[in-house]
């Protein structure tokens, strides 16, 4: 059977993604891209020409992120012009979705050398011109009428509520991911991965993490108020149309309660990263070592009212590809964009036990 190894992966430290605030804000998201794919090279040392594709995952495709991002930041960072390029949005998954996608060309036998990563900018959010609709189905009523598409913030407390998670517990789960961040910044875990992101001039542009909180306490989380609430009732269009109105087209009786806030949803943030991946042939042909194996990957959906609600359906999916179950993994990284999403996988769910759950800083 093919296999598509690993051979190293690097990113840039996180930046705070506001303008005036952030150390990367400033920066072109083609120079973020181009700043990992050059590490990768002087990391390993292969031939540009010999990448037979780059895939990067963007969501925000507009304003200096739209165009194929991929391409440009090969050509900025001096690939070869043989080496092409393609970028995809899969909303919060878009990533990985590269990295796998980077990987399916060498497991099916049709490459030999792939890059999977993206690059993301939330600082530039509302900078591509034009206002647009606010809704995902983009005024597709009809795709509305049977599919209702909230807020991810709002569904974030909509599964909350339907799970009967609290409040509480949501903020106990950001505090840990925040202590386990800043343990595994200390300890130097990421050392091996991250970059040091250069501006035009040569000045360092950032070498650090700059957003995770480590001074984060529990009674700090439990003064924020709600993040969802009002932007729950905001009538966006002359219809009035409200995301509140779009969760009680799905769940008529449901009285939401609202539990996110700044400090147990995701960051707003800068960054790129990249992961190299090989044929065992052309690794053993070019003394490539491997890090790691792509054992198996999977995709699946979930609803489209609920949005985060897929990761345990697919963590289920991926184990049953592999032959594998709970008790065979050591470690879950599980990335989105609220703590309730943890909340549902960790414990009872899936069964992971706490210990092999690791969480993204918020």
Same mark, same amino acid.
């Given at each position: 059977?093919?296999?598509?190894?690993?051979?190293?992966?690097?990113?840039?430290?996180?930046?705070?993604?506001?303008?005036?605030?952030?150390?990367?804000?400033?920066?072109?998201?083609?120079?973020?891209?181009?700043?990992?794919?050059?590490?990768?090279?002087?990391?390993?040392?292969?031939?540009?020409?010999?990448?037979?594709?780059?895939?990067?995952?963007?969501?925000?495709?507009?304003?200096?992120?739209?165009?194929?991002?991929?391409?440009?930041?090969?050509?900025?960072?001096?690939?070869?012009?043989?080496?092409?390029?393609?970028?995809?949005?899969?909303?919060?998954?878009?990533?990985?979705?590269?990295?796998?996608?980077?990987?399916?060309?060498?497991?099916?036998?049709?490459?030999?050398?792939?890059?999977?990563?993206?690059?993301?900018?939330?600082?530039?959010?509302?900078?591509?011109?034009?206002?647009?609709?606010?809704?995902?189905?983009?005024?597709?009523?009809?795709?509305?009428?049977?599919?209702?598409?909230?807020?991810?913030?709002?569904?974030?407390?909509?599964?909350?509520?339907?799970?009967?998670?609290?409040?509480?517990?949501?903020?106990?789960?950001?505090?840990?991911?925040?202590?386990?961040?800043?343990?595994?910044?200390?300890?130097?875990?990421?050392?091996?991965?991250?970059?040091?992101?250069?501006?035009?001039?040569?000045?360092?542009?950032?070498?650090?993490?700059?957003?995770?909180?480590?001074?984060?306490?529990?009674?700090?989380?439990?003064? &924020? #108020?709600?993040?969802?609430?009002? %932007?729950? /009732? +905001?009538? =966006?269009? $002359?219809?009035?149309?409200?995301? !509140?109105?779009?969760?009680?087209?799905?769940?008529?009786?449901?009285?939401?309660?609202?539990?996110?806030?700044?400090?147990?949803?995701?960051?707003?943030?800068?960054?790129?990263?990249?992961?190299?991946?090989?044929?065992?042939?052309?690794?053993?042909?070019?003394?490539?070592?491997?890090?790691?194996?792509?054992?198996?990957?999977?995709?699946?959906?979930?609803?489209?009212?609920?949005?985060?609600?897929?990761?345990?359906?697919?963590?289920?999916?991926? &184990? #049953?590809?592999?032959?594998?179950? %709970?008790? /065979? +993994?050591? =470690?879950? $990284?599980?990335?989105?964009?609220? !703590?309730?999403?943890?909340?549902?996988?960790?414990?009872?769910?899936?069964?992971?036990?706490?210990?092999?759950?690791?969480?993204?800083?918020?």
């Amino acid at each position: 059977m093919a296999e598509a190894w690993i051979i190293d992966a690097c990113r840039t430290p996180r930046g705070i993604g506001k303008k005036g605030k952030g150390a990367l804000a400033d920066e072109h998201p083609q120079h973020l891209g181009a700043a990992v794919l050059k590490a990768l090279q002087e990391r390993v040392g292969f031939d540009t020409a010999d990448v037979d594709d780059i895939v990067f995952g963007t969501s925000s495709q507009r304003g200096p992120q739209s165009g194929d991002l991929a391409r440009m930041a090969a050509l900025d960072a001096g690939y070869d012009v043989k080496a092409s390029g393609v970028t995809l949005d899969r909303f919060c998954g878009s990533g990985i979705t590269s990295v796998n996608i980077a990987a399916a060309n060498i497991l099916a036998g049709m490459e030999d050398l792939t890059i999977g990563g993206g690059t993301e900018m939330m600082s530039l959010a509302g900078s591509g011109g034009g206002k647009g609709s606010p809704f995902l189905d983009n005024d597709n009523f009809r795709l509305r009428d049977v599919h209702p598409q909230p807020h991810q913030g709002v569904c974030a407390d909509t599964i909350a509520t339907l799970e009967g998670i609290n409040r509480e517990d949501l903020d106990k789960l950001a505090l840990v991911s925040q202590q386990r961040a800043d343990h595994a910044i200390k300890n130097g875990h990421f050392d091996k991965s991250l970059i040091t992101v250069y501006k035009t001039d040569g000045s360092i542009a950032l070498d650090h993490e700059e957003f995770p909180r480590p001074q984060t306490t529990l009674e700090g989380l439990g003064q &924020l #108020k709600p993040s969802f609430e009002v %932007i729950a /009732d +905001i009538e =966006l269009d $002359e219809q009035g149309t409200t995301f !509140r109105k779009l969760v009680k087209q799905a769940y008529p009786d449901l009285q939401i309660e609202h539990f996110h806030h700044a400090g147990n949803s995701s960051g707003v943030v800068d960054g790129a990263g990249a992961v190299l991946l090989s044929s065992p042939d052309y690794a053993k042909a070019h003394g490539l070592k491997p890090r790691a194996r792509i054992v198996a990957m999977c995709n699946m959906g979930d609803s489209p009212t609920l949005m985060l609600n897929a990761p345990v359906p697919a963590a289920r999916k991926v &184990l #049953k590809k592999a032959g594998m179950s %709970i008790s /065979d +993994i050591d =470690l879950f $990284e599980i990335n989105e964009a609220a !703590r309730m999403v943890q909340s549902a996988v960790h414990p009872d769910s899936i069964f992971v036990p706490p210990e092999s759950l690791t969480l993204p800083a918020n």
